[in-house]
């Protein structure tokens, strides 16, 4: 194991655990399936801390990676970092889902973290957002705008003070917006 903390792309401290792991005992499991059964057992390993589980992503580059993304008011630090990482190793080694080899890496989502689920919509309501759409909107891909709610299918943004109903499905990402 080996502990991995960084400057980001913006200037961002990064923070980073790492673990190889083997093969598979259990089979083989889709990437989906991977990601619902590593979220709740971090989810369950969680439980009786102060730390939320944002997100987990199963996904290839060059190698395979397992990142699980972790918050807390105030900010996770290395060691919040460290401890999910050796409780969740301890249980991906017994149980042993994954069949290829891949990386851990446990973090905090960063700055600019990209809002996907609802209870993120509800924290950051008030918070400036960029909104990224899969096709132009009024001629623009890209819009800054403040959060005001998510509501179903519906997003809704303010925009030089007014409130702007968006097709939730229209839109790529959302994402907390950050000004230097």
Known sequence: MAAIAGIGEWGVPTL????????????????????TWVTEKAEQLLASTSLELVDVEYVREKDWYLR???DKEGGVDLEDCQQVSEKLSKVLDREDPIRD???LEVSSPG???ILKKDKDFLRY?????DIHFFAPREGKKDWVGELVKKD??????????TETPL?????AQ???HIDF
């Open 16 to 35: 980073i655990f790492y673990t190889v792991y083997g093969r598979c005992k259990m089979g083989q499991m889709k990437r989906e399936q991977i990601e």
């Open 68 to 70: 699980v993304f972790i």
């Open 101 to 103: 080899n891949y990386l």
């Open 111 to 113: 700055l600019d973290r």
């Open 125 to 129: 309501a008030g918070r400036t957002v």
């Open 152 to 161: 179903g299918p519906c997003l809704v943004v303010r925009i030089n003070g």
């Open 167 to 171: 097709d939730y499905t229209q839109i």
């Open 174 to 176: 959302v994402r907390l």
